[in-house]
Structure formats: structure tokens, C-alpha cells
């Protein structure tokens, strides 16, 4: 079931402890997190019970005492072994119940984050760092509670049932125990440091590496086709390199810690078992045989359990550490700000550009006083050399950036007021390279619309000039397109995109070089279905195809983010200027 998560996207993740971030999400599960530890505390009984059971046992044998002490220890003992069954499977349903939901609750809200943050965000991190958070951070997270809920816990209540039952029968010898937790602690305390500084460099090489293969698998076409795979794997084998040379450290400090609070530990009890054999041998204080045998079996199990407490640490920095970097998205400042703005009802698709300014951080403005309007219905292509300004002022007309001077009026109204995922119904795009994913061909053109009629679905495609592949297609509109699209050809998915805009009825259109990657009968095709695709609508087109952009009613040429002469194709021509210099390229 769907959890809610805006109040999680709400919390302050940065800066925090991660224990009270953890607190944070376990809220809705609090009831159900206090009945499952309870559970756990009678289920575990057994454990911190048994020594002080067979002490009575072995007292009622040496001191020849009542038999029915010792049925009667018997009795209780075999009762809370009968019982553990039952109360151990609700425990697991009601701790496995709350991590589940918590690790569904934090993925949901990583996702609602990501599609939150800005498009500058996600083109400053990589999407298999982002990838990894949502997988792999939260798995970190899910198995930290685990393992601190059943070791952790376990281990804690054998101790302090340890410690009561020794309390009770042999206060004498409670505070040498007690100086085997404190020792632990303190262990932990000197080295935790050190964990999550080791901790964090392995979790950055692993991010790396992700990216470094995410990067290799889109490039294999490119690496394939110039003979470069020992390059792309040289790449690889680096940080392959780098993740090994921290994994090893990490495991080798892990090692050591292990190692040193288990020899700790047990001369501590050797230690402590001496002293208590020496006591009751002399004499010196009132301790029973059975005390002796309660004593040393405590010995073992307390050691056990604080050596438990201390294993878990490297787990337990790993799933901090996770959540920590799960924070670094959900905290992330670079968001789209919508909230509160007003709504987009209507669009009719005139756009106004008043002096319009855009730097990217403290590079040279990309686009500088850009000045256009833009009536309904109006065809409007931007032409330029490369780096003169044209997707930056795409991407300001889709929103995925504000400007940093000037204005953007959509309708007479700034954007900066409006809420842009209203906008965003009127808009479509057609990139270059058409982003399909791995659905039939009815979900990838119907995506986000919900029940579409067949009719509609057929009239998109028939005008995209799609319908006549899609019916010799073996499974026709129900066919699989693999991956990003892989089983279709260019000319086939930028059809699809056409389509996939057509039935969505736009008033604003954005065309980026959606032709330059064909061939030239899949971009006859394609032009033809444009021409449909634009009648009517306000259209910007970034191209560098004569033919895609010589239709246009306005020609728009950049140079160095500023405007540098407009006009029809003809007019152009004629004055000889900056758009006259490119035509031999266009071509």
C-alpha cells in the first residue's frame, strides 16, 4: 500500500543526528515498535533465565533442598520455551511490518524528492549516485534496524537480565560485571570515529564507481564502434581499484576492533570466574555452588552479548552513514519551487521574453537581454553556433530554469508566479533523441493520460506518420520496445514522440533538433508528421537542418546568448549577415 510521505519531505534530514532521523520515520510505527520489543523481552527470557534456573537446580541436588523448587524451576522454564514460538512469529510481523513500511516510505520519498529537484541538480549528479541511495541506502538502513533489533536487542536485554538476576542473588558481585560494559563502551566510543571515517570514503568510491559504469554501459555504442574497450575498461579497472584499496581498509579496521574487544572481553571474565572460584573456595563470602555455575554461565553469556553490542558497530555506522546520505537528496536546496503559486488553466500560447538574462554559476551569461515575442500559434526556430544561447533559452521556456535577470510572461502573466506543473499540461517536447522506456508502444505514447480511447490513440499515430510500423509489428500497439527504445529505429522512436505529443493536444511546442539524427526518408517522414504537430500551436524549434527550419515564420539568430538578427528565411538570406554565414553548414 502507498504510504503518504509529504511530512517526510518536510523534515529537517541536514544537520541532524541520524538517530533522530531514524526516530522521525519510525514515528507512525511507534505503538507497534514498543509491543515488539516488549514481545521480544519475554520471548528472550530463556537466555538471561537459564543460569539462575540451573543454579536452583544444582542447589536443590548439592543441599539435598525440596524437589519442588526444582519442579518448579522446570515449570517455568519449559513454559517460556512453549511460548517463544507464538510470541516470536508476532514479533517478526510487527518488526518486519514497520521496516518494511519504513524502507518503502523513505524510497517513496527519495523518488518524490528526485522529481522535485531542479534539472541543474540532476545534471550536477550523476543518476546512478542517485540510483544507489534509493537501492542500496536504503537496503544499509533496513538492515541496520534488523540486525540492532534482533542482535542488538537481544543482546541488551541479556545483559541487563544478567545484571538483575546477579543483583538480586549475588550483589556482592555486581559491580565487577558492571565494569565489563562500561570497558565495551568506552571501546566503542575510541573507535566509532575511525568506522565512519572509513565508512564514508568506501561509500563515495562505491557512488563512483556506479557512475563510472552507468557511464561505461550508455557509451558502449561509441566505445564499440571506435575500437576503444580497453580504454572504457582501463576506466573502469581505476575505480575498481579505489573501491578495493577502501573496502580492504574498512574490513581491516572492522578486524581489528572485533579482535581487540573479543580478547578484552574474555580476559575480563577469566578474570572475573577466578576471583569468584577464589570467593566461594574460601570462603569469604555467603556464595552457594550453584552460585559459582550462575556466575560463570553469566560470564560467558554477558561477554557474548557485549562482544554482540560491539560487532554490531560497524553495521550500525554503515546504516547511519546511509541515512545520512539518503538526507543529502532529501535536503537537497536545489528544488522547483511551485508551492503556493497560482495555477495554469488556460493557455493560448503567447510568450513574452522581457530582457531575459541567464548565467550558469560564475561562468559568462548564456543568455544575456534576450528580448522576443512570441504570438499564438507562432512558429519561431533559433538558430546559432554552438554555445550561442539556444538550449538555454528552451530550457527557460520549459521552466527547468529561472532566469537570473528579466522576465518570462506566459499569457501576459511572469512564469515566475505560476506554478509550472500546471504549465507543463499545455507544453510538449520533442528532443532529438525520443526517451522511451521499457513498455508497450500504447503506454509510451498514452504515458501519464490514463484510459485513452483507441480512436484517439490510432489518429495520434496515423498523423505521426507511426501507424503504418506499428501494424506490421508482430504484437502491433501491445509491442515491447525494449529498453530506452532499443527494439525501434531513430526515424521509428522520434515518430513515437510525435505521436506521444499529438495526443496530448499542446498549445506551447518544443522542438530540440528532434530531425538531426535521421536518415533522410525517416526525416521526410518526421517532417511531414511535424507539420501536422504544429499547426496551430506556438512552436519553438532549435534545428540545424535547412529544411526543418526555412518553413519557420520567424528565424531567431543567436550569437553569444544575444539576439543577433530575425526574420523570415528569405529576408535572412538577403541582408548576408550571421545567418547567411551558417547556411553552408546547415545544409
Given at each position: 500500500?502507498?504510504?503518504?510521505?509529504?511530512?517526510?519531505?518536510?523534515?529537517?534530514?541536514?544537520?541532524?543526528?541520524?538517530?533522530?532521523?531514524?526516530?522521525?520515520?519510525?514515528?507512525?510505527?511507534?505503538?507497534?515498535?514498543?509491543?515488539?520489543?516488549?514481545?521480544?523481552?519475554?520471548?528472550?527470557?530463556?537466555?538471561?533465565?537459564?543460569?539462575?534456573?540451573?543454579?536452583?537446580?544444582?542447589?536443590?541436588?548439592?543441599?539435598?533442598?525440596?524437589?519442588?523448587?526444582?519442579?518448579?524451576?522446570?515449570?517455568?522454564?519449559?513454559?517460556?520455551?512453549?511460548?517463544?514460538?507464538?510470541?516470536?512469529?508476532?514479533?517478526?510481523?510487527?518488526?518486519?511490518?514497520?521496516?518494511?513500511?519504513?524502507?518503502?516510505?523513505?524510497?517513496?520519498?527519495?523518488?518524490?524528492?528526485?522529481?522535485?529537484?531542479?534539472?541543474?541538480?540532476?545534471?550536477?549528479?550523476?543518476?546512478?549516485?542517485?540510483?544507489?541511495?534509493?537501492?542500496?541506502?536504503?537496503?544499509?538502513?533496513?538492515?541496520?534496524?534488523?540486525?540492532?533489533?534482533?542482535?542488538?536487542?537481544?543482546?541488551?536485554?541479556?545483559?541487563?537480565?544478567?545484571?538483575?538476576?546477579?543483583?538480586?542473588?549475588?550483589?556482592?558481585?555486581?559491580?565487577?560485571?558492571?565494569?565489563?560494559?562500561?570497558?565495551?563502551?568506552?571501546?566503542?566510543?575510541?573507535?566509532?570515529?575511525?568506522?565512519?571515517?572509513?565508512?564514508?570514503?568506501?561509500?563515495?568510491?562505491?557512488?563512483?564507481?556506479?557512475?563510472?559504469?552507468?557511464?561505461?554501459?550508455?557509451?558502449?555504442?561509441?566505445?564499440?564502434?571506435?575500437?576503444?574497450?580497453?580504454?572504457?575498461?582501463?576506466?573502469?579497472?581505476?575505480?575498481?581499484?579505489?573501491?578495493?584499496?577502501?573496502?580492504?581498509?574498512?574490513?581491516?579496521?572492522?578486524?581489528?576492533?572485533?579482535?581487540?574487544?573479543?580478547?578484552?572481553?574474555?580476559?575480563?571474565?577469566?578474570?572475573?570466574?577466578?576471583?569468584?572460584?577464589?570467593?566461594?573456595?574460601?570462603?569469604?563470602?555467603?556464595?552457594?555452588?550453584?552460585?559459582?555455575?550462575?556466575?560463570?554461565?553469566?560470564?560467558?553469556?554477558?561477554?557474548?552479548?557485549?562482544?554482540?553490542?560491539?560487532?554490531?558497530?560497524?553495521?550500525?555506522?554503515?546504516?547511519?552513514?546511509?541515512?545520512?546520505?539518503?538526507?543529502?537528496?532529501?535536503?537537497?536546496?536545489?528544488?522547483?519551487?511551485?508551492?503556493?503559486?497560482?495555477?495554469?488553466?488556460?493557455?493560448?500560447g503567447r510568450i513574452d521574453f522581457e530582457r531575459v538574462g541567464f548565467s550558469y554559476g560564475d561562468e559568462a551569461p548564456a543568455v544575456d537581454g534576450f528580448t522576443l515575442t512570441a504570438r499564438?500559434?507562432?512558429?519561431?526556430?533559433?538558430?546559432?553556433?554552438?554555445?550561442?544561447?539556444?538550449?538555454?533559452?528552451?530550457?527557460?521556456?520549459?521552466?527547468?530554469?529561472?532566469?537570473?535577470?528579466?522576465?518570462?510572461?506566459?499569457?501576459?502573466?511572469?512564469?515566475?508566479?505560476?506554478?509550472?506543473?500546471?504549465?507543463?499540461?499545455?507544453?510538449?517536447?520533442?528532443?532529438?533523441?525520443?526517451?522511451?522506456?521499457?513498455?508497450?508502444?500504447?503506454?509510451?505514447?498514452?504515458?501519464?493520460?490514463?484510459?485513452?480511447?483507441?480512436?484517439?490513440?490510432?489518429?495520434?499515430?496515423?498523423?505521426?506518420?507511426?501507424?503504418?510500423?506499428?501494424?506490421?509489428?508482430?504484437?502491433?500497439?501491445?509491442?515491447?520496445?525494449?529498453?530506452?527504445?532499443?527494439?525501434?529505429?531513430?526515424?521509428?522512436?522520434?515518430?513515437?514522440?510525435?505521436?506521444?505529443?499529438?495526443?496530448?493536444?499542446?498549445?506551447?511546442?518544443?522542438?530540440?533538433?528532434a530531425t538531426s539524427a535521421l536518415d533522410n526518408r525517416s526525416e521526410a517522414l518526421v517532417q511531414e508528421a511535424l507539420a501536422r504537430l504544429v499547426h496551430g500551436r506556438t512552436v519553438f524549434?532549435?534545428?540545424?537542418?535547412?529544411?526543418?527550419?526555412?518553413?519557420?515564420?520567424?528565424?531567431?539568430?543567436?550569437?553569444?546568448?544575444?539576439?543577433?538578427?530575425?526574420?523570415?528565411?528569405?529576408?535572412?538570406?538577403?541582408?548576408?549577415?550571421?545567418?547567411?554565414?551558417?547556411?553552408?553548414?546547415?545544409?
Amino acid at each position: 500500500m502507498h504510504q503518504p510521505v509529504p511530512d517526510h519531505l518536510d523534515h529537517r534530514y541536514r544537520g541532524e543526528h541520524p538517530i533522530r532521523t531514524l526516530g522521525h520515520l519510525f514515528r507512525p510505527d511507534r505503538a507497534r515498535l514498543l509491543l515488539a520489543c516488549a514481545l521480544f523481552v519475554v520471548k528472550h527470557s530463556p537466555i538471561w533465565l537459564l543460569p539462575l534456573i540451573t543454579a536452583t537446580v544444582l542447589d536443590v541436588v548439592v543441599q539435598h533442598g525440596d524437589q519442588a523448587e526444582l519442579w518448579q524451576a522446570t515449570g517455568v522454564l519449559l513454559f517460556i520455551l512453549v511460548i517463544n514460538y507464538p510470541l516470536h512469529q508476532w514479533y517478526v510481523r510487527l518488526l518486519a511490518g514497520s521496516i518494511r513500511r519504513m524502507g518503502t516510505t523513505l524510497r517513496s520519498a527519495l523518488c518524490r524528492r528526485m522529481q522535485q529537484l531542479s534539472i541543474g541538480y540532476h545534471a550536477r549528479v550523476s543518476s546512478s549516485v542517485l540510483q544507489a541511495k534509493v537501492v542500496r541506502d536504503v537496503e544499509a538502513v533496513e538492515q541496520m534496524v534488523q540486525q540492532s533489533s534482533d542482535m542488538g536487542l537481544g543482546a541488551v536485554v541479556t545483559l541487563v537480565g544478567g545484571l538483575v538476576v546477579i543483583g538480586l542473588r549475588t550483589p556482592e558481585f555486581l559491580p565487577v560485571f558492571l565494569v565489563v560494559v562500561p570497558a565495551a563502551g568506552y571501546l566503542v566510543m575510541r573507535l566509532r570515529g575511525r568506522l565512519r571515517t572509513h565508512n564514508e570514503e568506501f561509500r563515495r568510491e562505491v557512488e563512483h564507481l556506479s557512475s563510472r559504469v552507468g557511464e561505461m554501459t550508455t557509451l558502449i555504442p561509441i566505445t564499440r564502434a571506435h575500437g576503444l574497450e580497453r580504454t572504457a575498461l582501463g576506466r573502469v579497472d581505476g575505480s575498481l581499484r579505489q573501491v578495493f584499496a577502501a573496502g580492504l581498509r574498512l574490513d581491516t579496521m572492522n578486524g581489528r576492533f572485533n579482535s581487540a574487544a573479543w580478547v578484552l572481553l574474555n580476559i575480563l571474565g577469566v578474570c572475573c570466574l577466578t576471583g569468584s572460584a577464589l570467593v566461594a573456595y574460601h570462603g569469604w563470602l555467603p556464595v552457594t555452588p550453584g552460585d559459582v555455575v550462575m556466575l560463570s554461565s553469566f560470564f560467558t553469556v554477558l561477554t557474548n552479548s557485549t562482544t554482540t553490542l560491539l560487532g554490531l558497530a560497524p553495521v550500525i555506522s554503515k546504516g547511519l552513514e546511509s541515512v545520512r546520505s539518503a538526507g543529502e537528496v532529501l535536503q537537497a536546496p536545489d528544488l522547483e519551487s511551485n508551492a503556493g503559486k497560482a495555477g495554469v488553466e488556460r493557455v493560448t500560447g503567447r510568450i513574452d521574453f522581457e530582457r531575459v538574462g541567464f548565467s550558469y554559476g560564475d561562468e559568462a551569461p548564456a543568455v544575456d537581454g534576450f528580448t522576443l515575442t512570441a504570438r499564438p500559434g507562432e512558429t519561431i526556430a533559433l538558430v546559432g553556433a554552438s554555445g550561442a544561447g539556444k538550449s538555454t533559452v528552451l530550457n527557460l521556456l520549459i521552466g527547468f530554469i529561472r532566469p537570473t535577470s528579466g522576465r518570462i510572461l506566459l499569457d501576459g502573466t511572469d512564469m515566475a508566479a505560476l506554478d509550472l506543473r500546471s504549465y507543463r499540461r499545455f507544453l510538449s517536447v520533442v528532443p532529438q533523441e525520443s526517451i522511451l522506456f521499457e513498455g508497450s508502444i500504447r503506454d509510451n505514447v498514452t504515458y501519464g493520460l490514463g484510459d485513452t480511447d483507441e480512436e484517439t490513440l490510432l489518429g495520434a499515430l496515423r498523423d505521426a506518420n507511426a501507424l503504418e510500423f506499428v501494424e506490421r509489428l508482430p504484437d502491433g500497439l501491445e509491442t515491447v520496445v525494449g529498453e530506452r527504445g532499443a527494439r525501434l529505429s531513430g526515424g521509428q522512436k522520434q515518430r513515437l514522440a510525435i505521436a506521444r505529443a499529438l495526443i496530448r493536444d499542446p498549445r506551447v511546442l518544443v522542438l530540440d533538433e528532434a530531425t538531426s539524427a535521421l536518415d533522410n526518408r525517416s526525416e521526410a517522414l518526421v517532417q511531414e508528421a511535424l507539420a501536422r504537430l504544429v499547426h496551430g500551436r506556438t512552436v519553438f524549434v532549435v534545428a540545424h537542418r535547412l529544411s526543418t527550419i526555412r518553413g519557420a515564420d520567424r528565424i531567431v539568430v543567436m550569437d553569444g546568448g544575444r539576439i543577433a538578427e530575425t526574420g523570415t528565411h528569405g529576408e535572412l538570406l538577403e541582408r548576408g549577415g550571421v545567418y547567411a554565414g551558417l547556411q553552408p553548414a546547415s545544409r
